[in-house]
């Protein structure tokens, strides 16, 4: 017996002593490759700089072949130098000069998420979803979103010119937007619907969204009077992880898990819950959501609809759902790396990507609600709605319209011949028709067909270019919610719905 022990500690010993040459060995394979590879590198920076046809900038070449690298992995994860990083600070926290919009990468092209209502690329038209396809002349392909923003932001008072390429519209469509400071309030606009239902705007997950959003609640329950809530997170591209999970709690009880973050890491495994009481209680609610609803805004309609505590009505989102971490440099710029993604409490992953990519590896998969319905939710990397309900689509003879800018040159020229005008005016046909001819005007072509078509909604852009340009963003506001499809269907779901229980019965 002891010769066997002998003899198994020799092999233990053996095992262990291969095993740790074995990945010495790798290890030193894979560090003279990494080596190779970065004497390559560098041999190619060389002569490009002595022998190429023009001088380069090394610097440059250096941060296209960081950001290439990185774009390879996936959209958000990216190299960003000091002045890229500063403007990222901006967009969160402060006040720009920009055309107002979240921008992303989908099908390797620049693509709007979701613009900011009220900004100028709003006024001007720009729709979430809309390829980007030129900025200022020069092709868009292949360029980081970070590199994009900076094109796009600029001097209040200042134009940029972009191509869009649109769904369902033959060529492309060029805008010229001037550019504005842009404000980042995270509620713009709320409102009684009626007696009982109250309206909440939330556009953005600033650092200031759940003091906004419980004032806000606060204001129609406690001064108003309202009974049950609409809070509107279309065109909501998100912003800070913390406000998706602080908001939540405005409406969940207490130390339920809100979204759990997953990577490689250790440290990236995390499960954020919420830690106080909901804000008035129960109460029936009902979620709007979108193409243009992303990032944090995801996560909250996600954990509310998982916990059976509202209803979503409207389109599935965009399906943006993972953690980007910032490493600092040497060089003060940063390493923006993708690190985990983002799970909803019955686990569904928000991210579109993430998810098709386990879907592929386990179909078998059924998720529910975790409340007392239990009802199977589908999971798609996005949150699909429990009720379907979609706003008109914008013709083609609409979008030229906005793009060539007749919506507003017709509106400066009727408001200073009509400055008294009420806010019940409506369209005529006479304001119609100076409406077409200031489109010929500007050499924009159509047909008497394509007039009539669109009649109705070349009446309702004048109108809420009007309100917008007489009363400011709540005369828009108030244009807009009076002819929104959308919130007609939630207004007729809520006005039935005695409960939550009875509001989540509702369902497609």
């Not at 990577?263 to 959501?289: F, M, Q």
Request: hydrophobic share 40%.
């Amino acid at each position: 017996m002891k010769q066997k022990g002998i003899t198994l500690s020799m092999l233990a010993i053996a095992l262990l002593a291969a095993t740790w040459v074995g990945s010495r060995l790798w290890a030193e394979t894979t560090k003279n490759n990494v080596y190779t590879s970065l004497e390559v590198f560098q041999r190619v920076l060389q002569i490009t700089r002595d022998v190429y046809v023009r001088d380069v900038d090394l610097n440059d070449m250096i941060e296209d072949a960081m950001n290439g690298m990185l774009m390879k992995l996936d959209p958000y994860s990216m190299y960003m130098n000091p002045e890229e990083y500063e403007n990222l600070n901006i967009t969160m926290e402060g006040e720009f000069g920009g055309l107002g919009i979240t921008i992303g990468i989908t099908d390797d092209w620049l693509t709007v998420i979701s613009p900011l209502e009220g900004s100028p690329a709003f006024a001007a038209g720009i729709l979430a979803g809309d390829k980007i396809i030129e900025i200022e002349g020069e092709s868009t392909e292949g360029i980081a979103v970070d590199e994009a923003v900076t094109k796009l932001r600029g001097k209040p008072g200042t134009e940029v010119t972009v191509k869009i390429q649109r769904y369902g519209v033959k060529g492309p469509l060029e805008f010229t937007i001037t550019r504005d400071i842009i404000k980042l309030n995270a509620v713009n606009y709320v409102t009684k619907l009626t007696p009982e239902i109250g309206y909440i705007k939330f556009s953005k997950f600033s650092r200031t969204a759940h003091y906004e959003v419980s004032q806000a609640i606060d204001s129609l329950f406690d001064k108003v009077g309202v009974e049950k809530l609409i809070l509107d997170i279309r065109y909501n591209s998100g912003g800070y992880l913390n406000e998706g999970v602080d908001v939540s709690d405005l409406f969940l009880d207490r130390d339920l898990e809100v979204v759990q973050t997953r990577g490689r890491t250790k440290e990236s495994i995390r499960t954020y819950r919420s830690h106080t009481p909901p804000l008035h209680g129960d109460y029936p609610l009902v979620v709007l959501a979108d193409y243009g609803s992303a990032s944090a805004a995801e996560i909250l309609a996600g954990a509310l609809q998982d916990w059976e505590r509202a209803l979503i009505v409207g389109d599935t989102t965009f399906g943006k759902g993972s953690v980007q971490t910032i490493h600092p440099l040497s060089n003060g710029g940063r390493l923006k790396l993708t690190t985990a993604y983002w799970y909803t409490p019955s686990g569904r992953c928000i991210d579109k990507h993430r998810a098709s990519l386990e879907e592929e590896s386990d179909d078998t998969q059924v998720y529910r609600t975790l409340g007392s319905l239990k009802r199977k939710i589908p999971n798609g990397g996005a949150i699909i709605p429990d009720v379907y309900a979609e706003g008109e689509k914008m013709l083609e003879l609409v979008s030229l319209f906005l793009s060539n800018r007749v919506f507003f040159s017709f509106a400066v020229d009727y408001l200073s011949r009509n400055p008294d005008i009420d806010m019940d005016f409506e369209v005529t046909d006479d304001m119609i028709a100076g409406l077409l001819k200031e489109a010929r005007n500007r050499e924009v072509e159509f047909t008497d067909d394509e007039v009539e078509e669109a009649r109705d909604q070349l009446a309702f852009r004048l109108k809420l270019e009007i309100a917008n340009q007489k009363w400011g963003e709540d005369g828009s506001y108030q244009i807009m919610i009076d002819d929104d499809p959308v919130i007609e269907k939630a207004v007729e779901i809520l006005s039935k719905a005695k409960s939550t229980p009875e509001l989540l019965s509702y369902t497609d």
